[in-house]
């Protein structure tokens, strides 16, 4: 009973004990047969030894009554007769023989000490014979020493005559008793295998039979715990799916009133205030861009986690331009916080590198938007390597190895027992307060969410790379990225097509004459945006042109050619791509910059052999862009007669005041011509258009500082491109019930 229920308890025990139990039966009969075999086939093959034997035997009896037939036709048996001679001695040599072959077949040898065929009728003919061949041998052996008694030849011939019939008779019986082994041997075969059968069918009627049973049993349970699970997994994902549109949606209701605070801030800052309502305002705009930081990580998370995988798309690229625009779009930020930002790329890098530059520039920049957040002062410092997997071989103009990405700080760090959480989304950080740092010893950063380190994660997993983090508490941070990429050198070549590039001579030429500046083309299809780069570049000292479509560009260069180019990467008329293409073809040299809503554009941009100088995101400050083009153009001192670029001062906070009110109502009068557009679009289903022109909006909204708007066109562009008809529809209809009221508030 306590074995039964031990099998019941646990079925996969039962079938094991069973079938040991069954194979050690197989196994045991299996044996005894074959040790059984064994035996009866070393009798066998000694019942052929002894059956050789008698009929060597019954051949040398033969021989040796021929021989005695022979001599007894001779007149004499001297030694000097040739023929009697040979005889005799062939006489000699068959009874010595005969004398063996007699010994081992009555088992006065050693050679066979135990003849299993010695049966009773063959003693009793050996019996029989037994005179006989006393006889032949005294005779023989007689004749053998005396030649001369011949008289013993009629009494051998005789006696051989019994002596072969004897022998006939027991080379019969040696023959039927081995028949008849071999016939018992055959039978004790056939019962082997019937026992074996009757086994194997016992086996399978009260033994596997019952286990099968049980076993489907279990896996009748298995499947239905399965099922559970399935539906319980499903379950989960439903849920996890709802958790993450719940953080979607809700990251985008707390984004607008957000950037509502911070476009209040900004024009409230840009009025006469008193020192101690100035510090008020900085400290309330730091936590607020820290909130709407947290909340952007959160809508980034909930992306990563509502797909089901991220698809890793590589691509050549060229490292230089990669490098340099991806390490310029948070230089602004770090510079607006005090930081110094430092960027530095290892000698002899790689020309091109084969990764996904859309990927890898998300790594970068949530690291560096991780670093620039928690640093207060110091440096935030970002470097590159390139690491060859075989150091040793050379492998001519490219080589397999890993992009090595370091970001430090001199933030206030993370504590060992934290630097493994630091990795999981939604993670509660407690960190310590550090002295001497008046943000920090408030409280208002001691709470650390590692959602930006999270996503990176999840981007270096997907990647097949590594990431590893250093870190100590009030020192500072290091995080190091590694990437498997393909490194290719560029090996020197005579250009395919000459491009006529203008000398530093002919340059200085056209700004000889002092009331000359350099010309500088604006390339968009909003007009609140020309307006804006318009009025930043005049500031700057540049004479400005604005076009409206890329078509009108085109036709314009050819007549003039500026000194840069700002290009707008959405236009209605012609892709972002193909207007650089058109570009390269015109072969004069301009220098130009690519402006986009869309920070993630740049690899897209580095992919075209065009060279462009660097990439601005959207929104457009004046201080950032003022700084990134001074870095582009650099100090000259062979043009001192010339104003120099970022030599302007910075405006009023009045002139800015009534250049974002003109922006604002630009942006305004054409938002409501775009909504009718967008509810006639999605009644068509045209989500191209729709994302046409919330891709256009979002950046002018954004200049203009109506961030409501911006943040609700980022979640529309994104929406079209996700082919999200419910949740287009549902932002088209909240842009267009909040127009009328952003339009009287900024009349």
């Known amino acids: 009973m306590e074995t039964n229920s031990l099998f019941s308890k646990a079925p996969i025990a039962r079938l094991r004990v069973l079938y040991i139990i069954a194979l050690s039966l197989i196994a045991c009969l299996s044996i005894a047969g074959q040790w059984l075999i064994q035996r009866t086939l070393e009798s066998i093959e000694q019942d052929a030894r002894i059956v050789n034997v008698a009929g060597r035997q019954r051949m040398l009896s033969q021989r040796i009554s021929r021989t005695i037939l022979e001599l007894s036709t001779l007149e004499t048996l001297r030694t000097d007769n040739g023929d009697a001679s040979i005889k005799l001695h062939t006489l000699r040599e068959d009874i010595g023989l005969w004398i063996d072959s007699h010994r081992l077949l009555r088992g006065r040898s050693g050679d066979y000490p135990n003849q299993i065929l010695e049966t009773h009728r063959i003693e009793e003919a050996f019996a029989g014979i037994e005179s006989d061949f006393e006889l032949i041998r005294s005779a023989g052996q007689s004749l053998l020493e005396n030649e001369s008694n011949t008289l013993a030849i009629p009494e051998m011939i005789q006696a051989s005559d019994r002596f072969l019939l004897g022998m006939d008779q027991i080379v019969g019986l040696y023959e ?11 039978s004790t075969e056939r019962a082997l295998l019937w026992i074996t059968l009757g086994v194997l069918l016992f086996e399978g009627i009260f033994i596997f039979t019952p286990a099968i049973r049980s076993l489907v049993r279990s896996f009748d349970r298995v499947e239905k715990t399965h099922s559970e699970m399935v539906a319980a997994k499903k379950a989960a994902e439903i849920a996890n799916q709802a958790k993450s549109d719940f953080l979607a949606r809700v990251s985008h209701e707390l984004r607008t009133p957000l950037h509502a605070i911070l476009g209040t801030l900004g024009l409230i800052k840009k009025s006469t205030l008193s020192d101690i309502d100035v510090r008020r305002m900085r400290m309330a705009s730091q936590a607020t861009r820290h909130l709407n930081q947290l909340v952007s990580d959160l809508l980034d998370v909930s992306t990563l986690d509502s797909r089901k995988a991220i698809r890793v798309r590589r691509k050549k690229v060229r490292s230089s331009r990669f490098l340099q625009m991806v390490s310029g779009l948070l230089v602004p930020a770090a510079e607006q916080k005090g930081l110094e930002f430092h960027s530095h790329t290892q000698p002899s890098f790689p020309d091109w590198l084969v990764l996904d530059p859309i990927r890898t520039q998300q790594i970068i920049l949530n690291l560096l938007q991780n670093a620039i957040r928690y640093t207060e002062r110091g440096f935030v410092k970002l470097e590159f390597a390139f690491e060859p997997e075989d150091r040793g071989e050379d492998q001519g103009d490219r080589r397999r190895g890993n992009l090595r990405i370091r970001v430090s700080d001199s933030g206030i760090g993370i504590s060992v027992e934290h630097q493994r ?75 395919k097509k000459p491009i006529a590039r203008e000398s530093t001579k002919s340059r200085r030429r056209r700004y000889d004459r002092k009331e000359l500046r350099p010309m500088a083309f604006v390339v968009d299809d909003c007009r609140a945006n020309r307006l804006l780069l318009r009025s930043y570049l005049q500031r700057l000292g540049y004479q400005t042109r604005v076009f409206a479509t890329g078509t009108a560009l085109i036709q314009a260069l050819q007549n003039d050619t500026p000194c840069w180019l700002f290009l707008d990467w959405e236009l209605p008329d012609i892709a972002g791509l193909d207007l650089l293409t058109a570009l390269s073809r015109i072969e004069k040299r301009i220098d130009t910059v690519v402006i986009t809503a869309d920070s993630l554009a740049a690899p897209f941009v580095l992919e075209h052999p065009y060279e462009v100088k660097d990439c601005f995101a959207k929104p457009i400050d004046f201080h950032a862009f003022r700084m990134r083009l001074s870095k582009l153009v650099g100090p000259s001192p062979d043009e001192c007669s010339i104003r120099q670029p970022g030599s302007e001062s910075i405006p009023s906070g009045d002139s800015w005041l009534a250049l974002e009110k003109q922006l604002q109502h630009l942006v305004l009068e054409q938002s409501v011509i775009d909504c009718k557009e967008l509810r006639r679009s999605i009644e068509e289903n045209r989500l191209d258009c729709i994302r046409m022109i919330a891709h256009r909006l979002q950046g002018s909204a954004g200049n203009a500082r109506l961030h409501h708007i911006a943040s609700l066109m980022v979640s ?21 019930s909040n127009l009328p009221l952003n339009d009287s508030m900024h009349q």
């Open 176 to 186: 039927m008793e081995a028949r008849d082994r071999v016939s018992r041997l055959e």
């Open 421 to 495: 959480r630091i990795f999981d989304a939604f993670e509660i950080i407690e960190q310590p307060k550090v002295r001497g740092d008046s943000l920090r010893s408030t409280g208002e950063l001691g709470t650390r969410l590692g959602l930006g380190l999270s996503v990176v994660e999840s981007l270096v997993n997907a990647m097949d790379g590594a990431i590893q983090l250093e870190s100590e508490l009030g020192k500072g941070t290091t995080v190091c990225v590694s990437l498997p990429t393909m490194a290719l050198w560029e090996v020197a070549a005579a250009p």
């Open 716 to 736: 529309l562009e994104k929406a079209a491109i996700d082919e999200d008809i419910p949740h287009c529809k549902q932002l088209i209809d909240e842009f267009g």
